[in-house]
């Protein structure tokens, strides 16, 4: 278990957002959830995101994963990063916990760097909140003030920006961890062989948001108003603003309808942007289930997965993985015990109305029974 030592209240009225913020100790006896030898071996696989960065004096080479062996990197000068840690690797879960005082829709993924001396990614300013924790290991964080700066060497397809002038200068050591929200350029430079952490946490961005209109829109067939004018047109070549508006009014009215917006949102907050390790092999029918609870099993959800529930929701309803389920029957406390916790209880799951439900989800491969 893992307990952020962090006035959570004061975080959140006064950082949380807003100010990048050192926390030093803020993990007591911090203990790494993972080897440097066991991410090395989650990289070399396919369906895990991976990439290795080269520091190259005052420029970064960016090589993407999976990777067989390492030697070819030397002793010293390059990091590995890997997304996603916490869908495929079930002991990193204990280290989310210690952050879902954040909701989950907002969690993006925990990833896990090893880094070698002077290793680095270079500076950069991310879309994401990120608390970064160290874990094994010393690391030399600089934050920069929001702003805007400019690409490195004037190239606009570079991730990198330009050297900044740092309003934080820390070295961080094991347990300590560094809040960096949206918009703040920073960079994090190796001083000793270290392991370190990043819980990335994102809302979506208009783009991703009219995207999901859009899809979900066809999907459902729905969607086909027009504009109609309260008036005859006022000139040849001019659309006006009264039209402009009036066109434009058809999308406020899709955002008006509460039941659009929960199944749109619950969609689309409950993807992940990284693959799940979808569990192939879990598939039995309601019986069976009932007699592995009744033997003790214990029914967990996978890595990562995402079990929302939409405040106001006219229906039943769990969102995951992109997919509105009605549990027909179910009651609020239980839907939010389903949506709170990643393991389900046997007084829960063996309910008629749930027995079915967590049948489906083994055969999706969304949970799975484990030992208790
Ligand atoms: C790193 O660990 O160097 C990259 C993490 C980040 O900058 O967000
Ligand atoms: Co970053």
Avoid at 117 to 131: E, T
Avoid at 266 to 275: E, T
Wanted: with cysteine; aromatic share 10%; proline share 5%.
């Amino acid at each position: 278990m893992y307990k952020l030592n962090l006035d959570i209240q004061s975080f959140l009225a006064n950082d949380w957002q807003q100010a990048p913020k050192v926390y030093k100790g803020a993990f007591p006896e911090f203990a790494d959830p993972i080897a440097a030898d066991e991410l090395a071996g989650l990289a070399c696989e396919d369906e895990v995101s991976s990439r290795v960065v080269v520091t190259k004096g005052e420029d970064w080479d960016v090589i993407s994963g999976p990777f067989e062996d390492y030697d070819q990197f030397g002793e010293q000068g390059w990091q590995l990063l890997v997304q996603a840690v916490n869908h495929w690797y079930p002991d990193a879960q204990p280290l989310v916990e210690a952050f879902r005082f954040l909701p989950d829709w907002r969690f993006d993924d925990l990833m896990v760097s090893f880094a070698t001396p002077k290793g680095g990614v270079g500076p950069h300013i991310d879309n994401y909140d990120v608390f970064i924790i160290q874990g094994e290991g010393h690391r030399r964080w600089t934050v920069g003030p929001k702003g805007s700066y400019s690409r490195r060497g004037g190239n606009p397809t570079s991730m990198l920006i330009e050297d900044f002038e740092p309003i934080i200068d820390v070295v961080l050591e094991k347990g300590d961890v560094l809040y960096i929200p949206p918009g703040f350029p920073h960079q994090g430079e190796t001083l000793t062989l270290a392991l370190s952490y990043s819980m990335g946490f994102r809302a979506p961005s208009q783009q991703e948001l009219a995207g999901q209109i859009a899809d979900q829109l066809m999907d459902e067939d729905k969607g086909h108003k027009r504009f109609i004018a309260a008036e005859g047109a006022a000139s040849k070549g001019l659309v006006s603003v009264a039209e402009q508006q009036g066109i434009m009014q058809l999308i406020r009215e899709l955002c008006d309808d509460s039941d659009t917006v929960a199944k749109l949102l619950g969609k689309l907050l409950s993807q992940n942007r990284f693959d799940l390790d979808i569990q192939e092999d879990e598939s039995m029918d309601e019986a069976e289930l009932q007699a592995a609870l009744d033997e003790g099993a214990l029914l967990s959800r996978i890595g990562g997965l995402k079990v929302l529930r939409m405040e106001g929701d006219s229906e039943p309803r769990l969102f995951i993985a992109g997919e509105g389920y009605v549990i027909a029957g179910a009651t609020d406390e239980e839907l939010s015990q389903v949506a709170n916790d990643v393991t389900v209880s046997a007084d829960i799951a063996l309910q008629p109305h749930w027995q079915r439900f967590f049948a489906d989800m083994l055969k999706k491969g969304y949970f799975y029974l484990a030992e208790a």
